[in-house]
């Protein structure tokens, strides 16, 4: 077993968004999205991958297809990896989990930012 403290993987830039990976395993992506309010992430797709996020702090927006979520602490949820997935809009600095599973092949997908 493997125990991580989820405290090392908040960290927040100005510039950007920062994606810290936790765990990337071949049957397994997991990390955590760190954004600022003002920040967000363009419609994007998984593929054959279905995405669960837990919002670990923070505030926003998700959007599904044509469906917005309203997001906060505590939010919830899974994603299957055809629909159309966006991150349009912060209103408080967020930190949301995610894992991404089975792993994606596009390693692009694997890349932290920091």
């Given amino acids: 077993m493997n ?3 989820m405290k090392d993987y908040i960290l927040f830039r100005d510039e950007s968004l920062t ?3 936790i765990y990337d395993e071949e049957k397994v992506l997991a990390f955590v999205l760190n954004l600022k309010a003002g920040q967000s992430i ?11 996020y837990y919002v670990l702090k923070g505030a926003g927006e998700l ?7 309203k ?4 939010s919830v949820g899974l994603v299957a990896g055809e629909d159309d997935f966006s991150i349009p809009k912060i209103n408080e600095d ?6 991404i599973s089975p792993r994606p092949e596009d390693d692009r997908y694997a890349q932290g930012i920091e």
Avoid: C, F, R, W
């Avoid at 363009?42 to 669960?52: D, M």
């Avoid at 997001?71 to 505590?74: A, D, I, N, R």
């Avoid at 967020?94 to 894992?99: A, D, F, H, L, N």
């Fill in 3 to 5: 125990n991580q403290n």
């Fill in 19 to 21: 994606k810290k990976i």
């Fill in 42 to 52: 363009p419609i994007h797709k998984h593929g054959t991958s279905a995405l669960i």
């Fill in 63 to 69: 959007l599904v297809n044509d469906s917005v979520i």
């Fill in 71 to 74: 997001l906060e602490e505590g």
């Fill in 94 to 99: 967020m930190s949301m989990y995610v894992t």
